[in-house]
């Protein structure tokens, strides 16, 4: 069965590092989203990416962070400058469907947990 | 922004016990779907509701979407500890953002 594959599964960096986490989605999915969830909270959006370019995006999603589709397959999330409160699990997530007449379900990776120092 | 409320935040039940969890969003969505996270995974995609008032069963859960399309349960019939997890709905609004509610964690009793 096709999944989203992400990696790493668990990065730990100093405060004011930049991180990448990168994301495979499902090869046929044309929406992208990345989420995160704080130890024990809920999920939060954070952004959706559709077509190369950022559909919607979340107040939480401020200039320290970016999205990238660099080569077809791989969409990855950048925080150029870590803090404290960044630590958390990031999901990335693909569907097939979107936008206003979306029905599409989300796939979700098994995430990459980000600890910052 | 939208809000997507949901409770109750935890519920601990005894095994064959029902339960049930319930989303409340405060801007009409245009679809709610439902997703379980057990303890250390990821969520995973469970149903999503379209219509307004609909109702979708599979197996011992029972799914619902409110007429005004701005909430929405999940009922467990006789809970098993395969059950234990947590469920969230998530709301897609008109702005096609999907909107987590905090999740419910359930706890079986055995």
């Known amino acids: 069965e096709p999944e989203v594959t992400q990696t790493p599964s668990h990065q730990v960096t100093q405060m004011g590092q930049e991180v990448i986490l990168r994301c495979v989605p499902i090869s046929n999915h044309l929406y992208f989203y990345w989420y995160r969830q704080i130890l024990g909270q809920k999920v939060e959006f954070l952004v959706s990416f559709y077509n190369n370019e950022i559909s919607e995006k979340s107040e939480i999603f401020d200039d320290q962070f970016s999205v990238e589709r660099p080569d077809g397959s791989n969409f990855t999330l950048k925080i150029r400058s870590t803090k404290l409160e960044d630590s958390a699990m990031y999901f990335c997530a693909s569907s097939r469907n979107g936008g206003r007449a979306n029905t599409g379900e989300l796939f979700f990776g098994e995430g990459s947990r980000l600890t910052v120092l | 922004g939208q809000q997507v409320m949901q409770i109750p935040q935890y519920q601990h039940v005894q095994e064959g016990e029902d339960f049930t969890t319930y989303c409340n969003s405060s801007t009409t969505l245009s679809n709610i779907q439902w997703y379980k996270q057990r303890p250390g995974g990821h969520p995973v995609f469970l149903i999503q509701l379209v219509k307004s008032g609909e109702v979708k069963k599979q197996k011992r859960l029972t799914f619902q979407f409110g007429e005004a399309k701005k909430n929405s349960s999940l009922h467990i019939t006789a809970t098993q500890t395969t059950d234990v997890g947590t469920y969230f709905c998530?709301?897609?609004?008109?702005?096609?953002?999907?909107?987590f509610g905090k999740g419910t964690r359930l706890h079986i009793l055995p």
């Open positions: 998530a709301g897609r609004n008109r702005d096609d953002k999907i909107i």
